[in-house]
T-cell receptor
């Protein structure tokens, strides 16, 4: 049973460029959340997708956008990259059909984004 | 607003000794609390959760956590530490209406042989 998979594992971009990160949820999961983890910090919630719509959003600018596909996979897009966007981006999946607060999130290994 | 605090940046313990990693929380309503572990260059792995019921929660890899409502704490414990337990540990609280996890800053656990 495959867990949450993310691609690519590492990425280097230049300030001002755009980036797309990809995530496939754990089998049986239908909800995908994205988190940003800066060095030495705890993960920060970016947004959550369910039924191909953004359902919740954290305190991130509009430069951060996402998409969920009919097969539940998801993309995170970041436009006009800043140096401060350098971080580990984590995707997490869960099953919204159950009690959303009860079922633990399953995390992928993340994409390490470096902006130079 | 809900929040979680992990007062120790690092905890050092000798192999075979008991370990405790501290977490305190601030929530309105019932707390839904989680512990996750992160190994270098990896994502977060779920260890255990408290939703309701017994104050002592047992989880993966021999870890347990004690929920204390009066002290608003949810400390992670293990009776006998292993060198392989060395990692970064995160306490988190889950917002019931959104499912969003709010994480603490993390505590690095170093277990020395």
């Amino acid at each position: 049973d495959a867990g949450v998979t993310q691609s690519p594992t590492h990425l280097i971009k230049t300030r001002g460029q755009q980036v797309t990160l990809r995530c496939s949820p754990k089998s049986g999961h239908d909800t995908v959340s994205w988190y940003q983890q800066a060095l030495g910090q705890g993960p920060q919630f970016i947004f959550q997708y369910y039924e191909e719509e953004e359902r919740q959003r954290g305190n991130f600018p509009d430069r951060f956008s996402g998409h969920q596909f009919p097969n539940y996979s998801s993309e995170l897009n970041v436009n006009a990259l800043w140096l401060g966007d350098s971080a580990l981006y984590l995707c997490a999946s869960s099953w919204r059909g159950g009690s959303s607060y009860n079922s633990p999130l399953h995390f992928g290994n993340g994409t390490r984004l470096t902006v130079t | 607003a809900q929040s979680v605090a992990q007062p120790e940046d690092q905890v050092n313990v000798a192999e075979g000794n008991p370990l405790t990693v501290k977490c305190t929380y601030s929530v309105s309503g019932n707390p839904y609390l989680f512990w996750y572990v992160q190994y270098p260059n990896r994502g977060l792995q779920f260890l255990l959760k408290y939703i309701t019921g017994d104050n002592l929660v047992k989880g993966s890899y021999g870890f347990e956590a004690e929920f204390n409502k009066s002290q608003t704490s949810f400390h992670l414990k293990k009776p006998s530490a292993l060198v392989s337990d060395s990692a970064l540990y995160f306490c988190a609280v889950r917002e019931a209406n959104t499912g969003k996890l709010i994480f603490g800053q993390g505590t690095t656990l170093q277990v020395k042989p």
